[in-house]
């Protein structure tokens, strides 16, 4: 039996991508989930149904990270319904692209806007979640960051510059809600989802799947289940010794391109 079950999960940002693989993926474990959305309700109805499909409770909460009032009404919500939370995926985010060596591709305002729902609404999600977590005695955050936070590269960099900021907020909130709370980050590489096919058309985006087969060490193409297993490590069993950790999942594209010899 999984060590999940009967819990209460909240995972921002999942009505599509990571955020619903997250979401099934714990409900897979037995855990009650909150299926967080902005916009995207019809996809988060789906992801709802798809949730209880697995044997266990689900809740939709339409809501804005950014705002403070939004994410507390999320988690009164929560609370409402079970009277507890025990996990919050933070994984709601945003970005521009924009060309890193061109600095007139950015301004004040979309740093503004990057970091307040990277960094900001993730921030304000945890400080809803942490009274009733230490009141239970233990709870588990997982921000979802990126490789971009940790070797600058990525979308833009504001983009990078918050994810790196989440990485350093993961370690300063570790110490400081330890030893109820544990706070770990993931950072994925590329991840095959909805929102590469969008951005770059299906043409591209099976051509930057072939680039990550092809060079990254271990010759994968990431997906969005990937890095839901990563996620789901640091709230289960696996992850009850660990905190303050930044765990990068991305078939070692980190390391630089494979060697050919490799294959």
Same mark, same amino acid.
């Given at each position: ?10 995972? %921002? ?10 979401? +099934?993926?714990?409900?897979? *474990? ?6 967080? /959305? ?9 992801? +709802? ?7 266990? &409770? ?19 919500? %929560? ?7 025990? #996990? ?9 692209? =924009? ?5 007139? &591709?950015?301004?004040? &305002?979309?740093?503004?806007?990057? /970091? ?6 993730? /921030?304000?999600?945890? @400080? ?20 971009? !936070?940790?070797? !600058? ?5 504001? /983009? ?10 993961? +370690?300063? +909130?570790? @110490? ?5 709370? @544990? ?10 989802? @909805? ?11 099976? !051509? ?10 271990? =010759?994968?193409?990431? %997906? =969005?289940?990937? #890095? ?16 303050? &950790?930044?765990? #990068? ?11 050919? %010899?490799? *294959?």
């Amino acid at each position: 039996m999984s060590s999940l079950k009967d819990h209460v999960a909240i995972v %921002t940002g999942s009505a599509t991508g990571l955020g619903a693989a997250v979401a +099934l993926r714990l409900a897979e *474990r037995g855990c009650n989930v909150v299926i967080n /959305y902005t916009k995207s309700e019809t996809e988060a109805r789906e992801t +709802l149904a798809a949730c209880e499909s697995k044997g266990v &409770e689900a809740l939709l909460a339409q809501g804005d990270v950014s705002e403070d009032a939004d994410c507390k009404r999320i988690v009164e919500a %929560t609370l409402a319904k079970w009277g507890r939370v025990d #996990i919050l995926v933070n994984n709601a985010g945003g970005t521009k692209f =924009a060309n890193h060596a061109d600095l007139d &591709e950015l301004n004040a &305002e979309d740093f503004l806007w990057i /970091y307040k729902v990277n960094v900001v609404g993730a /921030y304000q999600m945890i @400080r809803a979640c942490a009274e009733p977590m230490k009141k239970q005695g233990k709870g588990k955050v997982v921000n979802v960051s990126s490789i971009a !936070g940790v070797t !600058g590269i990525g979308s833009s960099v504001a /983009y990078a510059a918050s994810k790196g900021a989440l990485n350093t907020m993961t +370690l300063s +909130l570790a @110490r400081s809600l330890a030893p109820s709370i @544990r706070v770990n980050a993931v950072c994925p590489g590329f991840i095959g989802t @909805r929102w590469f096919s969008d951005r770059f058309g299906s043409q591209t985006f099976e !051509g930057i799947k072939r680039q990550q087969i092809e060079t990254t060490p271990l =010759a994968r193409a990431g %997906t =969005a289940e990937d #890095i839901a297993t990563s996620v789901v490590f640091f709230c289960d069993e696996g992850g009850e010794h660990i905190t303050g &950790e930044t765990l #990068i999942t991305d078939a070692g594209l980190h390391l630089g391109f494979a060697p050919l %010899t490799a *294959r």
